[in-house]
């Protein structure tokens, strides 16, 4: 059973910085493609951004230039840096493991969320 923890959020003013992590355990987190999602109230979980074993990214539009993620396979864990942050970045934000099954099947895992609220 694969297992996300997610750690880092909090509350930050505006134009501030925050880094998330995600720990992974249960699978071999060097072959999954791992991502960033968030949920703010009243709208639709979103991808932030995501990072294929091979380590190419891909990033919301919205957060194109602020946020970075990474990730160490040494450590099973996954980064989100947060920078320039907006009110509008404000959600709850949801690592998630791709773990492949095939060659053309993934079963997605979810994290708990951590909450991240950005102050005018």
């Known amino acids: 059973q694969v297992q996300l923890v997610e750690s880092g959020g909090g509350l930050v003013q505006a134009g501030g910085s925050l880094r998330l992590s995600c720990a992974a355990s249960?699978?071999?987190?060097?072959?999954?493609?791992m991502g960033w999602y968030r949920q703010a109230p009243g709208k639709q979980r979103e991808l932030v951004a995501s990072i294929i074993p091979g380590g190419t990214t891909d990033y919301a539009d919205s957060v194109k230039g602020r946020f970075t993620i990474s990730r160490d396979n040494a450590k099973n864990t996954l980064y989100l840096q947060m920078n320039s942050l907006k009110p509008e970045d404000t959600a709850v934000y949801y690592c998630n493991a791709g773990v492949p099954i095939s060659r053309f099947v993934f079963r997605n895992y979810w994290g708990q969320g951590t909450q991240v609220t950005v102050s005018s």
């Open positions: 249960g699978s071999d987190f060097s072959i999954n493609t």
